[in-house]
């Protein structure tokens, strides 16, 4: 929800249709879903075995020769299942919707169909730059007068009888023919033009699809960690993957963790009713210290250590788990 709320700018600052904002919306579910997988497998294991217990079934169970383990088996299939769907969301379906949600954001906030100019009025496109156009067909511009002081020390004032607004890979630009020019600054340049091709610097897209790893394939992230252009985005680049391909394997380590703590204490003689909060604490401490140790990764072998971490504690709650 926070999310949705944060893109409701879109609607309400660059007029966009309703079905362009809902697909925009879709596009962030994936990665959303990803996010809260653990939790939710976490929530349910807790939810369902705490019900069993309170009814007495985990002592009928225990009762009739079926073991911790064997209790356990219906929470570490779920989690088995939601690990293979998490890893499938993190490696391919996550990236791809994110690629595809921040162009769609810069194509419906900067792009020339969202562009709205108005006719015999000044519109001001970002600070410093307002454009007054006296009609508009299109894309094509009619008696166009550009003030853009963004540079406060050279501000630049444009007159054309004629514009046209095209899109660029660095952003929107206006072409502009027969004008005059005038810029200040140490000294004052007036001329005149036949062509004059502006960059509007509204957004710069490649500025916008700036190094992302949340939206980069899992195979050219792969790649990267080697050739990382610089020390933060290698940093960046081994916590991502620590996400990607050691986040899903946190489903089995909560499913895990859970059970082992509500079935092991269900079976004492003196049943304690702190055994949901142990295990919700616990969640917090693994999920906390998880996300911790990935944003500290800074080199591949901490990488491989984070991941030997990872396997040893899921083997030594398993053990405890089907431990007679």
């Not at 600070?127 to 006296?134: K, M, N, T």
């Not at 166009?144 to 020390?153: G, H, Q, T």
């Not at 990935?294 to 040893?312: E, K, P, Q, R, V």
Request: hydrophobic share 50%.
């Amino acid at each position: 929800m926070l999310q949705i709320m944060s893109m409701m700018k879109l609607l309400l600052n660059y007029g966009i249709e309703l079905t362009s904002f809902l697909g925009l919306t879709v596009l962030m579910v994936p990665f959303i879903i990803s996010i809260i997988i653990p939790f939710v497998t976490f929530i349910a294991i807790i939810f369902v075995y705490n019900k069993l217990i309170s009814d007495n079934e985990i002592t009928v169970m225990a009762a009739s020769g079926l073991a911790p383990g064997q209790i356990a088996r219906p929470a570490l299939i779920l989690a088995t299942i939601l690990t293979i769907v998490h890893l499938a969301l993190n490696i391919w379906i996550v990236p791809e919707s994110q690629s595809r949600f921040y162009s769609t954001q810069w194509n419906l906030r900067y792009g020339l169909a969202h562009m709205k100019l108005q006719e015999s009025a000044f519109t001001q496109l970002t600070d410093g730059l307002v454009v007054y156009v006296d009609k508009v067909s299109g894309h094509d511009l009619s008696q166009v007068m550009l003030s853009d002081m963004r540079d406060k020390d050279a501000p630049i004032t444009i007159f054309a009888e004629k514009g046209k607004l095209v899109s660029t890979p660095r952003g929107l630009s206006i072409v502009m023919t027969n004008g005059s020019l005038q810029a200040s600054g140490d000294t004052m340049t007036t001329g005149t033009f036949d062509s004059f091709d502006m960059d509007l610097n509204v957004a710069d897209k490649e500025s916008e699809s700036s190094f992302r790893v949340r939206r980069v394939p899992t195979l050219t992230l792969v790649k990267s960690v080697l050739d990382a252009p610089s020390e933060k985005q290698h940093k960046m680049v081994l916590s991502e993957l620590s996400t990607r391909f050691l986040g899903p394997i946190m489903n089995l380590i909560l499913a895990a963790l859970c059970t082992v703590i509500l079935l092991r204490t269900s079976l004492l003689r003196r049943r304690t009713s702190f055994a949901p909060a142990m295990a919700v604490a616990a969640m917090a401490i693994a999920m906390s210290a998880f996300m911790s140790l990935s944003n500290m990764i800074n080199s591949l072998t901490d990488f491989i250590l984070l991941a030997f971490g990872i396997i040893i504690a899921l083997i030594g709650i398993l053990f405890v788990l089907f431990k007679k």
